[in-house]
């Protein structure tokens, strides 16, 4: 089932209007990638701000996602987070499936397992591994989810947004690997 956009997705979308420009100026061959890629709005939008289309490179666990963005003409490739993911990147962005799982949603789409972390934890686990030096994700988080330690995983990180809605707040991260600050 194909994610669509909702206050999450528009929220991370937002971020990359005020994100992709800052990097394009230091870098105009940036290499960015989506992991969880749903309708592809933000393939779009990254397109639309300037990142070159050959250096745009998405993924997702949904076989109708990946068909989908294939045919918006980017390259998506099925993948569970960085399963099948190749090469190294200069923007990492991730909007998980962070809902703690409960009996009536268990949707790959929107649990991030039991406590609703576990998903996000294993990106991060492996994200570092696939940035270019001076490389950083863009990551979404809810306070349905519980805190995680960044530092612990090996990142430095800056809030760079929040969005209250009447039943979660939304934060967007900036991370980047502790070696790289």
């Not at 649990?111 to 270019?132: H, M, P, Q, R, V």
């Not at 934060?171 to 600050?181: H, S």
Request: glycine letters at 6%; a positive charge; proline letters at 4%.
């Amino acid at each position: 089932m194909i994610y669509m956009p909702a206050e999450d997705s528009y929220a991370l979308n937002e971020v990359l209007k005020k994100e992709i420009p800052k990097l394009l100026k230091k870098n105009p061959n940036i290499k960015f990638l989506e992991i969880g890629a749903g309708s592809g709005i933000h393939l779009l939008t990254a397109e639309k701000l300037g990142i070159k289309k050959e250096n745009i490179f998405s993924s997702d666990i949904d076989e109708k996602s990946v068909t989908h963005c294939n045919l918006l003409g980017y390259n998506c490739l099925k993948s569970n987070l960085f399963e099948n993911i190749k090469g190294k990147y200069d923007l990492i962005i991730f909007n998980p499936p962070y809902l703690p799982e409960e009996s009536y949603d268990k949707q790959q789409d929107t649990s991030g397992g039991k406590k609703g972390d576990e998903i996000i934890i294993s990106f991060l686990k492996n994200a570092k591994n696939y940035l270019n030096n001076k490389g950083k994700i863009l990551l979404l988080t809810s306070s349905l989810t519980p805190k995680i330690s960044f530092k612990k995983l090996g990142y430095n990180f800056k809030k760079i947004s929040s969005e209250k809605l009447f039943y979660e707040q939304l934060f967007i991260w900036n991370l980047a690997p502790l070696t790289f600050f």
